[in-house]
């Protein structure tokens, strides 16, 4: 069992930057990932690392903005710089307790574990 909670969301203007933290508590050697999900729209994937080694992937359209990290066991942040209005969407942390290495799930079927999500809006 792993409980998952996501903090360090918020408003913030286009062009500034914002760092996602999620924590695991109970087990936590898991493979993780960050998803959103704009209004309307359907949960997407946006970035995830493994636990083996802490490969990452994220998307390419995401990619130079995002960034994924893990800097101890049980804590994952999601660093997103130059913040854009499409950008705004509650942001879930996710855990795939089935996998420990790659490749990296990038579809919701591939984790079960969710946190309650944080909200990130960006005003112009």
């Known amino acids: 069992q792993v409980q998952l909670v996501e903090s360090g969301g918020g408003l913030v203007q286009a062009g500034d930057s914002l760092t996602l933290s999620c924590t695991a508590f109970?087990?936590?050697?898991?493979?993780m990932g960050w998803f959103r999900q704009a209004p309307g729209k359907e949960r997407e994937f946006v970035a995830g690392?493994?636990?083996?080694?802490?490969?990452t992937y994220i998307p390419y359209s995401l990619r130079g903005r995002f960034t994924i990290s893990r800097d101890t066991p049980n804590t994952m942040y999601l660093q997103m710089n130059s913040l854009i209005l499409e950008d705004t969407a509650v942001y879930y942390c996710?855990?795939?307790?089935?996998?420990?290495?790659?490749?990296?799930?990038?579809?919701?079927?591939?984790?079960?574990?969710w946190g309650r999500g944080t909200q990130v809006t960006v005003s112009s």
């Open positions: 690392i493994s636990w083996s080694d802490s490969s």
């Open positions: 996710a855990a795939d307790s089935r996998t420990r290495g790659t490749p990296l799930a990038t579809m919701t079927v591939g984790y079960d574990y």
């Open positions: 109970g087990r936590y050697d898991y493979n």
